[in-house]
Each structure stands twice: as C-alpha cells, then as structure tokens.
C-alpha cells in the first residue's frame, strides 16, 4: 500500500497564479515526521520544510505555506504569486521512527510547470 | 560549507558489471543513507549508516552493499548490474542517526546500464 499519495502527476499554471500540491500520508504511529522537496532539473533535490506530528500549526516561509491536517492524514504545500523558478518536481515524504526499514518514504512526486 | 557531494556525476556500464558511486556527506554529519531514483519516481531507500554501521536496509537484492568509512564518507556498491538498476543514485548526509532528521541531498549520479 502506498504510504504517501501525490495525486496529482503533473500541474502547470501561468505565473502569479497560486498552486497548491497535495500530499495524503498513511500511518499507524502517532510519532512521525513529513518532509517537502524539491527537485529541479538539475536532480538535486532541496529540503523545503519538516514538521512532526505534534505540530499542526500551519507555517508560511515567503511565497510558500503548509497545511498539515491530522483529521485527513494531508500535508498540503501551497506557492502564492508562483514564478517560473518553481518549476520542479515537488515531492511529499515521510519518516516513521519505528519503520527499520524504509527510513524515509517518498511520494511519486508531482511535476509543476510554471509558464510566463 | 560545502554540501554533500558525490561521485561520479554520470557513469555507463554493461550488464553483469559492477559499480562503485561514492559520497562525501557534509561536515559534522555523520549518517549517510542511499536512495534510488528511477526515472519518473520518487526516490527510494536503499542504505542507511551511521557512525560506520548500518542502521537500515530497504528492499533491495544482497547485490546492494554499501559501507561507510572513518570520515564518514560512503560508497555504494552493486554487482551484476542489471538495466533496471539504470537510476540516479542519491546520497543524503544528516548530522544524527535517527530518520527523522532532515536530509541533505546531494547532486546524484546517474547510472545507465546497457
């Protein structure tokens, strides 16, 4: 079973429209932790935002906010005003403490294409 | 400081062949893990170790293996390559042991299997 669902395979949007990615989660413990990436072209991919399951304040870091709602296992990533730049494959993970051996659990990733 | 960086950047082999990719984590970190990325997907674990040992293994065939060395550096192995071993190789360096911690990536190295 698909522990961490990005329904969404590929998004595009003009620039200045706002977008938002979903990401749905499945587990059993009441301790872990979710993680946004992004992935460029280059292949790199770059921490965006870590948060356990304890804290379900929502966080806005510039242009990008978060909504993790416990009640539907969703850590959503919004980009406000998006821009070109953003274009990459974002992807959605999670950490289980007691899972020995997927260690971190990435989603499919989705694939947003922001056009001028 | 310099991030995690890894070696080779692109790398071509034949089937049956073996591979080494390694990895330099950042500085004061001393967990590496290995991911797998094939094209299309989200990357997925191989290896994880910490102070030389190895905390974590994914589902992956014993032609896998990895080690990690005093400075902390890693390499991955794999023996008999197979076309569907052709991926990016990721490394990820955290300065604890535990999962939880975040990961930084490095750039990857691509492998094509022919």
């Known amino acids: 079973a698909q522990k961490v669902t990005q329904a969404q395979t590929e998004i595009s949007v003009v620039e200045k429209e706002d977008v938002t990615l979903d990401c749905v989660y499945e587990t059993r413990d009441t301790t872990y932790y979710l993680f946004w990436y992004k992935q460029p072209p280059s292949g790199e991919l770059v921490f965006l935002i870590r948060r356990n399951s304890f804290d379900e304040q929502n966080e806005i870091s510039g242009r990008y906010s978060w909504n993790f709602q416990k009640s539907t296992s969703s850590f959503n990533f919004t980009i406000t005003a998006s821009q070109v730049v953003d274009s990459a494959v974002y992807f959605c993970?999670?950490?289980?403490?007691?899972?020995?051996?997927?260690?971190?659990?990435f989603g499919p990733g989705t694939s947003l294409s922001v056009i001028p | 400081d310099a991030g995690v960086t890894q070696s080779p950047t692109h790398l071509i082999k034949t089937r049956g062949q073996h591979v080494t990719l390694r990895c330099s984590p950042i500085s004061g970190h001393k967990s590496v893990s290995w991911y797998q990325q094939v094209l299309g997907q989200g990357p997925q674990f191989i290896f994880q170790?910490?102070?030389?040992?190895?905390?974590g293994r994914g589902n992956f065939p014993d032609r896998f293996s990895a080690r990690q060395f005093p400075n902390y550096s890693s390499e991955l192995n794999v023996n008999a390559l197979l076309l569907g071993d052709s991926a990016l190789y990721l490394c990820a360096s955290s300065p604890q042991r535990e999962s939880t911690d975040t990961q930084y990536f490095g750039p990857g190295t691509r492998l094509t299997v022919l």
């Open positions: 170790y910490y102070e030389k040992e190895e905390r």
């Open positions: 993970a999670l950490s289980e403490p007691s899972n020995p051996y997927d260690k971190v659990i």
